[in-house]
């Protein structure tokens, strides 16, 4: 059990366009899930966090008007970059923390964007 | 506010050697931590974790990492390292938001 999975898994896109990416916990509900970014050779950066039902939280330096996210579903989180430009370039990677003694976090595989 | 410190970016070990990767981290309480491996391209996957107990957690593929609150560390380590180990590692602390180390890059030499 604990599953994520996030779809594409690789995109590619020419400038100026919005591209979305989901992220689902298969086996489990999820209230909270997070939003990650990692660029080459770098660790893993926490970008958002996404409550169901609600606004997520961004976290400094993140633009909420280009990194839009939505948790419509206790097992469904988008995240949109909207107008994407070459450096949006990254690896995208959700988690779903799974509600329990320890509300542990499941990662998703990640998603390869890159932006032509 | 909690962070994570993975002093040696790049190690090298030789294949069948031991291996020691090092974590610090600063946590307002009792952390949960975690330590990650990454393959080129790929996502994490989860090695080890520790919530509480047992300061010696053992892990997947012939790992185990050993908290220590007077050190403030979590180390990895691995008694004999094989060829598919060479990735890059990633230490976490946290639970309601997590923080990742900047990674440690592990080469094995045959």
């Known amino acids: 059990g604990a599953v994520v999975s996030q779809h594409p898994s690789r995109v590619i896109c020419k400038s100026g366009t919005s591209v979305k990416i989901e992220c689902r916990s298969l086996?489990?509900?999820?209230?909270?899930m997070f939003w990650y970014r990692q660029f080459p050779k770098k660790s893993l950066m926490l970008m958002a966090t996404s409550n169901e039902g609600s606004k997520a939280t961004y976290e400094q330096g993140v633009e909420k008007d280009k990194f839009l996210i939505n948790h419509a579903s206790l097992t469904l989180s988008t995240l949109t970059v909207t107008s994407a430009h070459p450096e949006d370039s990254s690896f995208y990677i959700c988690?779903?923390?799974?509600?329990?003694?320890?509300?542990?976090?499941?990662f998703g595989p990640g998603t390869r964007l890159t932006v032509l | 506010a909690q962070s994570v410190t993975q002093p040696d970016i790049h190690i090298t070990v030789s294949e069948g050697a031991s291996l020691e990767l090092r974590c610090n981290y600063s946590y307002g309480a009792t952390p949960y931590l975690f330590w990650y491996v990454q393959s080129p391209g790929q996502g994490l996957q989860l090695l080890l974790k520790y919530f509480s107990g047992d300061t010696l957690v053992q892990g997947i593929k012939g790992f185990e990492a050993e908290f220590k609150r007077s050190q403030s560390s979590f180390n990895l380590r691995k008694p004999s390292v094989h060829w598919s180990d060479a990735a890059e590692y990633f230490c976490?602390?946290?639970?309601?938001?997590?923080?990742f180390g900047a990674g440690t890059r592990l080469t094995v030499k045959p």
């Open positions: 988690s779903a923390r799974r509600a329990g003694v320890h509300n542990e976090q499941f």
């Open positions: 976490a602390v946290g639970n309601n938001d997590m923080r």
């Open positions: 086996d489990f509900q999820a209230t909270t």
